[in-house]
């Protein structure tokens, strides 16, 4: 069975940084690409940022872009989403989604359940 | 950047058909892709490229697409399909990954 598990969510004040981390299993981990989708309260999902199985391509959100950072260390089956300047804006919870792709396209087909990041003085 | 537009609510009577709609003008060579979210949960997926079914969801639930607009149909709607739905596609070079709005479906 495939799960993903998020971590590392709390309270931070602005300027500051977090680090998340998706724990995943029940699957081969290192074929996979994945991504980091956030949702604000009462709000729709927004895609943050994704990375390849290799970690060789990795893209982002502009309303991110320079201060989060993605990652992934497939011998520990983790994704992790390093977040600096921290904004009241990034208050959301942070769902890690596992990315299947077919010949010409792709979408999430699995999601973890979710970690809350509150930014708040 | 790119963007992908829902109703942001549909209201249908149990058993009634309830239909979700979504534009984008990458969607004649995009597939679109449907997600419920319930209330406090992640979202599932229920629709993939355009009208597949995942296993495990109910066949009333279906999907389609025709030019700039994907739906997702779902024939006679139970109280328990309440959700939040979301369609998610690419642009066409398929450098942005983008989410409708939603749609917050209401079956009472």
């Known amino acids: 069975e495939v799960q993903l598990v998020e971590s590392g969510g709390g309270l931070v004040k602005p300027g500051g940084s977090l680090r998340l981390s998706c724990a995943a299993s029940?699957?081969?981990?290192?074929?996979?690409?994945m991504n980091w989708v956030r949702q604000a309260p009462g709000k729709g999902l927004e895609w943050v940022s994704y990375i390849s199985s290799g970690s060789s391509f990795i893209s982002y959100a502009d309303s991110v872009k320079g201060r989060f950072t993605i990652s992934r260390d497939n011998a520990k089956n983790s994704l992790y989403l390093q977040m600096n300047s921290l904004r009241a804006e990034d208050r959301a919870v942070y769902y890690c989604?596992?990315?299947?792709?077919?010949?010409?396209?792709?979408?999430?087909?699995?999601w973890g359940q979710g970690t809350l990041v509150t930014v708040s003085s | 950047s790119y963007e992908l537009t829902q109703p942001p609510s549909v209201s249908v009577s149990p058993g009634q058909t309830a239909r979700i709609t979504c534009s984008g003008d990458?969607?004649?060579?995009?597939?679109a892709y449907w997600y419920q979210q319930k209330s406090g949960q992640a979202p599932v997926l229920v629709i993939y490229?355009?009208?597949k079914r995942p296993s495990g969801i109910p066949e009333r639930f279906s999907g389609s697409s025709s030019g700039t607009m994907a739906t997702l149909t779902i024939s006679g709607a139970q109280v328990e399909d309440e959700a939040d739905y979301y369609c998610?596609?690419?642009?066409?070079?398929?450098?942005?990954?983008?989410f409708g709005g939603g749609t917050k479906l209401t079956v009472l």
């Open positions: 989604a596992r990315e299947k792709v077919e010949t010409d396209h792709f979408y999430f087909d699995y």
């Open positions: 490229e355009d009208s």
């Open positions: 029940g699957f081969t981990f290192s074929s996979y690409r």
């Open positions: 998610y596609s690419t642009d066409i070079s398929d450098d942005d990954r983008v």
């Open positions: 990458a969607l004649p060579k995009k597939y």
